[in-house]
T-cell receptor, first 113, second 111 residues
Framework: EPEVTQTPSHQVTQMGQEVILRCVPI?????FYWYRQILGQKVEFLVS????????KSEIFDDQFSVERPDGSNFTLKIRSTKLEDSAMYFC???????????FGDGTRLSIL | SQELEQSPQSLIVQEGKNLTINCTSS?????LYWYKQKYGEGLIFLMM?????EEKSHEKITAKLDEKKQQSSLHITASQPSHAGIYLC???????????FGKGTKLSVKP
C-alpha cells in the first residue's frame, strides 16, 4: 500500500540553525500538509499546500517557516532559525482531495539544543 | 475556535472486553476522522464520517457520527492487544483540509 515517507526520522540541531524536513507524499495525492506534535500535546496544523502554493497556514507558521515542492515528488518544511520551542514531532500528510482522508508519515522528531 | 474533547483520557481493558471512546466538538462537525497512533509513530487512518447518523465498521471497530450532538463515538468489540495505542479524533474545519485534533485516548489492553 502506498505510504507517506519522511526523512530523517530524528534530527538534532543547535538553536539558531536552519533545518529542512523532507517528505515524499503518496504519488497521486494533490494536497499536502505539515502538522506538529509537541511532546504530550495535541497534533497541531501548520500549513496546507495545493497547486504549488500555500492554501492555508496557522498562527504557528510564522516567517521562520517555509514549504516547498522542489520537484514532482518531494515536499519540504524549512525552519530558518530554530528555537528551543520548535522541538517537536513533525508530521507530513497528503490527501487526494481536501475533503478526503489525510495519510500521515511516521514523522521527524526534531530536537533543538 | 473549535475544540475537540475526547473521553476518557485513558482506558485499560481486559482482552476480549468491549469499549467506547467519545469525541465531542464545540462546533458543527463537517467531517470527523479517527486515527490511531502508536507511541512515537505516525497517525494511521481508521475511518472518516461525513454525514449525520453515519456509521462505519472495519473489522472490530465501529464509528458513529451524531451530527446534532456534535459527537462521534468509536466502539471496539472484543478488544485485543493489537488494539492498544492512542486513538485520536480529528475534525475538518470546512477549509482546505485543516484538521484539528483531540488530545487522544490512550488504550491499553491486558492479555
Amino acid at each position: 500500500e502506498p505510504e507517506v515517507t519522511q526523512t530523517p526520522s530524528h534530527q538534532v540541531t543547535q538553536m539558531g540553525q536552519e533545518v529542512i524536513l523532507r517528505c515524499v507524499p503518496i504519488s497521486n495525492h494533490l494536497y499536502f500538509y505539515w502538522y506538529r506534535q509537541i511532546l504530550g500535546q495535541k497534533v497541531e496544523f501548520l500549513v496546507s499546500f495545493y497547486n504549488n502554493e500555500i492554501s492555508e497556514k496557522s498562527e504557528i507558521f510564522d516567517d521562520q517557516f517555509s514549504v516547498e515542492r522542489p520537484d514532482g515528488s518531494n515536499f519540504t518544511l524549512k525552519i530558518r532559525s530554530t528555537k528551543l520551542e520548535d522541538s517537536a514531532m513533525y508530521f507530513c500528510a497528503s490527501s487526494i482531495q481536501s475533503n478526503q482522508p489525510q495519510h500521515f508519515g511516521d514523522g521527524t522528531r526534531l530536537s533543538i539544543l | 475556535s473549535q475544540e475537540l474533547e475526547q473521553s476518557p483520557q485513558s482506558l485499560i481493558v481486559q482482552e476480549g472486553k468491549n469499549l467506547t471512546i467519545n469525541c465531542t466538538s464545540s462546533k458543527t462537525l463537517y467531517g470527523l476522522y479517527w486515527y490511531k497512533q502508536k507511541y512515537g509513530e505516525g497517525l494511521i487512518f481508521l475511518m472518516m464520517l461525513q454525514k449525520g447518523g453515519e456509521e462505519k465498521s472495519h473489522e472490530k471497530i465501529t464509528a458513529k457520527l451524531d451530527e446534532k450532538k456534535q459527537q462521534s463515538s468509536l466502539h471496539i468489540t472484543a478488544s485485543q492487544p493489537s488494539h492498544a495505542g492512542i486513538y485520536l479524533c480529528g475534525a475538518d474545519r470546512g477549509s482546505q483540509g485543516n484538521l484539528i485534533f483531540g488530545k487522544g485516548t490512550k488504550l491499553s489492553v491486558k492479555p
